[in-house]
């Protein structure tokens, strides 16, 4: 219903990934020697909007001790918005790690900083869903009904990790709580 054309359904995925070749080894789990989980958005900054930080608010707030670690932000006047955005949900700045945008090399090393990485809502990850999991870090995505919303459940699928799909936001809460509580 959402497209002109006729739409073509490929079997497994869209996508086809070649990781870095000199990609860092994958780190043991941040939360070890942090003592608190970290979660992470490392996608492109003008993906988030008000629904993901919205979501990831009620994540901050059922894991006490949390953090998040936002990559990309451009300017200062956007990581003002963004702590703003989390604060009107009760999440102390202390808790968002804001990250520049980043060469690829330093992206690498960021995603040895997470523990569980969060999917966008209306524009999944691509490149940054492969590369996270590639580097041992699970991804949760929410399934959308719309292609740019459906990026990560591709992946997922892909990679045989359909328990990271979510189907609704009370979903995406249940299993991001649950895996940071394993």
Same mark, same amino acid.
């Given at each position: ?32 020697? &942090? ?7 490392? &996608? ?20 006490? /001790? ?27 700045? &202390? ?5 520049? @945008?980043? @060469? ?19 524009? &999944? ?22 292609? *740019?919303?459906?990026?990560? @459940? ?6 045989? *990790? ?7 936001? /009370? ?12």
């Amino acid at each position: 219903d959402y497209y002109s054309e006729k739409l073509l359904r490929l079997p497994h995925s869209i996508w086809c990934y070649r990781p870095l070749r000199d990609a860092p080894p994958i780190t043991s789990l941040p939360a070890l020697s &942090n003592g608190y989980i970290t979660f992470g958005s490392l &996608n492109t900054f003008f993906k988030l909007e008000k629904n993901s930080i919205d979501l990831w608010a009620k994540i901050l707030c059922a894991v006490p /001790e949390s953090k998040l670690i936002v990559a990309g932000i451009p300017a200062a006047s956007a990581l003002s918005r963004l702590i703003e955005s989390f604060r009107a949900h009760g999440i102390d700045s &202390n808790r968002i790690i804001p990250m520049a @945008q980043l @060469q690829l090399h330093d992206f690498y090393r960021a995603i040895s900083r997470v523990d569980i990485a969060l999917d966008p809502l209306k524009f &999944n990850g691509g490149t940054s869903t492969c590369d996270t999991l590639w580097m041992g870090v699970p991804v949760i995505s929410l399934a959308g009904k719309r292609f *740019l919303e459906r990026a990560g @459940q591709s992946i997922l699928n892909a990679a045989g *990790l359909t328990e990271f799909v979510a189907h609704s936001h /009370e979903q995406y809460v249940e299993i991001a709580t649950t895996l940071a509580n394993r």
